[in-house]
Antibody, heavy 120, light 106 residues
Framework: EVQLVESGGGLVQPGGSLRLSCAAS????????MNWVRQAPGKGLEWVAN????????YYVDSVRGRFTISRDNAKNSLYLQLNSLRAEDTAVYYC?????????????WGQGTMVTVSS | DIQMTQSPSTLSASVGDRVTITCRAS??????LAWYQQKPGKAPKLLIY???SLQSGVPSRFSGSGSGTEFALTISSLQPDDFATYYC????????FGQGTKLEIK
């Protein structure tokens, strides 16, 4: 079964850091670009970042560039998102998502999400 | 940046109705458009990709149309399971989602 499972969310103070993980199974992880998407409580979806299949290229939405870092470990079939200098507006459910075979493609597979709450 | 605008924001309909949700891009995105369904507390589910291609396993009552800047998602005969929030997404230049359309039971 193709599956993505996120972990690492929690409550963090403004200015703090957190590292999210996404464990992939059921497909050849190293063949796919991977993404993070977030959803603030009661709000819509926002693409956050993606990373090339071999990890050599990374792209970010403007609001997180310089604060968040996407990475991957193909040997461990895992995707990561390092969140630094967190702000209240970063509070959201964070999903990892796998596109189709194209680098920039619709998201065929989603994890269940992990909640990040930034609050003092 | 490409902006995506969905309408309406909320749609009230009954089981059996035919409904259409529209999505407008701020510039041409060819046919690089997807539609997702999301239910409360769940991850989004891909319904349509490349504007009009039905994702495997999705019922044929869902269809997509359009190209360039104007797109539509149509549900031909609403079923109880279809009441949810729907998002369009462009993937022509990075990724941008529409603000969502909540489909409610009338």
């Amino acid at each position: 079964e193709v599956q993505l499972v996120e972990s690492g969310g929690g409550l963090v103070q403004p200015g703090g850091s957190l590292r999210l993980s996404c464990a992939a199974s059921g497909f050849t992880f190293s063949n796919y670009w991977m993404n993070w998407v977030r959803q603030a409580p009661g709000k819509g979806l926002e693409w956050v970042a993606n990373i090339k299949d071999d990890g050599s290229d990374k792209y970010y939405v403007d609001s997180v560039r310089g604060r968040f870092t996407i990475s991957r470990d193909n040997a461990k079939n895992s995707l990561y998102l390092q969140l630094n200098s967190l702000r209240a507006e970063d509070t959201a459910v964070y999903y990892c998502a796998r596109p189709g075979r194209l680098p920039w493609d619709a998201f065929e597979i989603w994890g269940q999400g992990t909640m990040v709450t930034v609050s003092s | 940046d490409i902006q995506m605008t969905q309408s309406p924001s909320t749609l009230s309909a009954s089981v059996g109705d035919r409904v259409t949700i529209t999505c407008r891009a701020s510039q041409s995105i060819s046919n690089w458009l997807a539609w997702y369904q999301q239910k409360p507390g769940k991850a989004p589910k891909l319904l349509i990709y490349k504007a009009s291609s039905l994702q495997s396993g999705v019922p044929s009552r869902f269809s997509g149309s359009g190209s360039g800047t104007e797109f539509a998602l149509t549900i031909s005969s609403l079923q109880p399971d279809d009441f949810a929030t729907y998002y369009c997404q462009q993937y022509n230049n990075y990724y941008t989602f529409g603000q969502g359309t909540k489909l409610e039971i009338k």
